[in-house]
């Protein structure tokens, strides 16, 4: 059993920073692609940041340049650092693994920018 459990989210100002981390337990973490995804009210999930076993990393244009995504298999921990966070960074951001025909995802965390 697979289980992802997201940390870091909370309050912060516009042009502010957070970082999430997503802990994952199991033997999946090393072998599986890890992402970042976010859903504001109203709209449909998107993808926020994926990253592979081998590091090559796949950040959305509306956050490229401004988040960073990393894991480190030693910690089976994902992180998604958030820098000059805007308005419309604001959701619920949640954590994703996937192999072959498994994807599995977190509870999720709520980030809110503040203006």
């Known amino acids: 059993q697979v289980q992802l459990v997201e940390s870091g989210g909370g309050l912060v100002q516009a042009g502010g920073s957070l970082r999430l981390s997503c802990a994952a337990s199991?033997?999946?973490?090393?072998?599986?692609?890890m992402g970042w995804y976010r859903q504001a009210p109203g709209k449909q999930r998107e993808l926020v940041a994926t990253?592979?076993?081998?590091?090559?990393?796949n950040i959305a244009d509306s956050v490229k340049g401004r988040f960073t995504i990393s894991r480190d298999n030693a910690k089976n921990t994902v992180y998604l650092q958030m820098n000059s966070l805007k308005p419309e960074d604001t959701a619920i951001y949640y954590c994703?693994?996937?192999?072959?025909?498994?994807?599995?995802w977190g509870q999720g965390t709520q980030v809110t920018v503040s203006s």
């Open positions: 199991g033997s999946i973490f090393s072998i599986a692609t």
């Open positions: 994703n693994a996937v192999y072959l025909l498994w994807n599995y």
């Open positions: 990253i592979s076993t081998s590091g090559s990393a």
